[in-house]
């Protein structure tokens, strides 16, 4: 009987345990036998297998973070690590090892498959959005909805004291929650780590706004953003004489229960990474193109790089105006 190992690892995302339940019930369904693996790579490490049932996985899809558990785990980079990842596979009798993560995590299970020829099933599960092949990751759509919810809140107190306000959002490297979050919060700037933004453009926008009687302006910056926060808030209030405040969302966007479109798209990667591996094929990373659950190799799909939508940029700048 084909054994199947799955864990989860890195940042944990709204959405991971959908695709869980799903790969979990669907590897029972296809008479696999399936072990979770508690605390990602490190509990590959140090042998923290289950052995999965129907059962284990019920009343866990409406659930934030994972139920496996998540660590990140610089053992795992060691060549000694990464054997002794390998060794406990090899003791379960598991072949094939679907890992639910982002870009850290895929690329460790890439070095894992080199190595020691395991096969392994990428799942996109990350909030940030960063991994280029797929147009989306599980987990981004709860963690944006978040964050709108926070704007609405801010606006509110932002009015009543009219102030600016900064909020700072996820995202070290890639800015898409920031990005999308002020189109569809309606902010007057995203500041994103892929554009540098002149801080006068900012503030000279603040104060006309001010001069047609805006009470508010809200400025969303994604963490990785080359000026800190701070140093923003700072410059801000020095060059308008306002005053500005900041929110710093941090990992209240990973928590909460996963949207409908989160749960949709784990629980079909969930599926898929079990299909693939019954028709026997190797090393591929699932995502999604135009609406459709697709695989892809998995060393190419680590190596495409997500296209930065300044159409979008300019229209955060445009539309609140």
Known sequence: MKRIGILTSGGDSPGMNAALRAATRYAIYYDMEIYGIHRGFEGLIDGEFEKLDRRSVA???????????????????????????????????????????????????????????????????????????????IGFDTALNTVLDAITRVRDTSSAHERTTVIEV????????????????????????????????????????????KLHSIIITAEGYPVSSSDLVKQIADKTGREVKLVVLSYVQRGGSPTYRDRMLATECGVKAVELIRDGERNKAIGEKNGEIMAFDLEEALTERREFRYDIYKAVDILSK
Request: aromatic share 6%; hydrophobic share 35%; glycine share 14%.
């Open 170 to 213: 996820m995202g070290r490297h890639c800015g898409d929650i920031a990005l999308y979050a002020g189109i569809t919060g309606g902010a007057e700037y995203s500041l994103v780590p892929e554009f540098e933004t002149d801080i006068n453009d900012i503030c000279q926008k603040i104060l006309e706004g001010v001069q047609v009687g």
């Open 59 to 137: 009343d866990i899809m409406q659930r934030g973070g994972t139920t496996l558990r998540t660590a990140r785990s610089d053992r795992f980079m060691t060549p000694e690590g990464l054997e002794r990842a390998a060794r406990n596979l090899e003791t379960f009798k598991i072949n094939d090892l679907i890992i639910i993560g982002g870009n850290g995590s895929l690329t460790g299970g890439l070095m894992l498959s080199q190595k020691y020829d395991i096969n392994v099933i990428g799942i996109p599960g990350t909030i940030d959005n960063d991994l280029g092949y797929t147009d989306s990751t």
